[in-house]
């Protein structure tokens, strides 16, 4: 059963921080790419960061150095660690996984959750 359900989204100010947790089901996730994704209002959704099954991960030019993606084989579970938060980075946030181990682009993570929403004020 497909399952991704995402927590930790809130309010911040502009240089806070916020961890994004996504739980997903073992069938979702086990030896899965999976990832995040964010939608601001009126802006296509865009890739964040994703994750291969043995932790290599790569991110979007906009977040590196500032975000984490990491993941607990044990759990099910991927984290998005947000420092340094800017205004620009309010959105909702999707977490993702791929059908496949296939971890190169975003094209591939096509199972989605509903999202939680990140706000930074500034």
């Known amino acids: 059963q497909v399952q991704l359900v995402e927590s930790g989204g809130g309010s911040v100010r502009a240089g806070g921080s916020l961890r994004l947790s996504c739980a997903a089901s073992a069938y979702t996730y086990r030896g899965k790419c999976m990832g995040w994704f964010r939608q601001a209002p009126g802006k296509e959704r865009e890739g964040v960061a994703r994750?291969?099954?043995?932790?290599?991960?790569g991110y979007a030019d906009s977040v590196k150095g500032r975000f984490t993606i990491s993941r607990d084989n044990a759990e099910n579970t991927v984290y998005l660690q947000m420092n340094s938060l800017k205004s620009e980075d309010t959105a909702m946030y999707y977490c993702?996984?791929?059908?496949?181990?296939?971890?190169?682009?975003?094209?591939?993570?096509?199972?989605w959750g509903q999202g939680t929403q990140v706000t930074v004020s500034s």
């Open positions: 994750i291969n099954s043995s932790g290599g991960a």
């Open positions: 993702a996984a791929g059908s496949t181990a296939l971890c190169t682009g975003w094209r591939g993570l096509n199972v």
